[in-house]
């Protein structure tokens, strides 16, 4: 059964990825059958006494993933996706697959920000809006306003850092 988690995400995450770079957006077809999925094994591996373990993770995560959907520093289908790996995997491998991940998007974000060269603009920005208590007024992050130059797609990070862990728990 785990070898069929594993690779059942893996394919999620993989055609999670490949819409969020062609549309921008996660299909809710993908998040509802990770849900459905994660809620069958755990069933079938624990019982409803699993069901219930698998939605207290699921939820924990969304509730924190909604924090940061509120100032809009990650995107709702990011959000819900990374609640179909903690669904799966569990808080404490989804833990492990997100720091992975945050870290790899965010050395990326760092780059393309030196790269258009407005890395101190939003630096200043952010340091400006968390000092003025700019949370619960306003989002960080506005599209009309911003732009998308300081945006990127998560979920193709998603996926390579669950597969950076998978080979992790491989090699060592």
Not at 23 to 37: A, D, H, Q, T
Not at 78 to 94: E, H, P, R, W
Not at 129 to 155: Q, S
């Amino acid at each position: 059964m785990l070898l069929l988690q594993k690779a059942v995400l893996g394919i999620l995450l993989l055609a999670a990825a490949f819409s969020d770079l062609k549309r921008g957006k996660i299909p809710n077809v993908l998040i509802l059958s990770g849900w459905f999925f994660a809620l069958l094994v755990h069933f079938l591996q624990e019982g409803v006494e699993g069901i219930f373990r698998n939605a207290i993770t699921v939820f924990a995560i969304l509730a924190a993933g909604f924090l940061l959907f509120l100032i809009r520093a990650i995107g709702a289908g990011d959000v819900k996706l990374c609640s179909v790996i903690g669904g799966i995997q569990g808080m404490s491998s989804c833990i492990e697959i997100l720091a992975v991940s945050f870290l790899l998007a965010g050395i990326w974000s760092l780059a393309r920000l030196v790269k258009k060269q407005i890395f101190a603009e939003r630096v200043l920005y952010a340091w400006s809006y968390f000092m003025t208590g700019g949370v619960g007024r306003e989002p960080y992050y506005n599209k009309n306003r911003d732009g998308t130059d300081c945006t990127i797609l998560l979920a193709p990070f998603l996926a390579a850092g669950y597969f950076l862990t998978l080979l992790r728990g491989v090699w060592g």
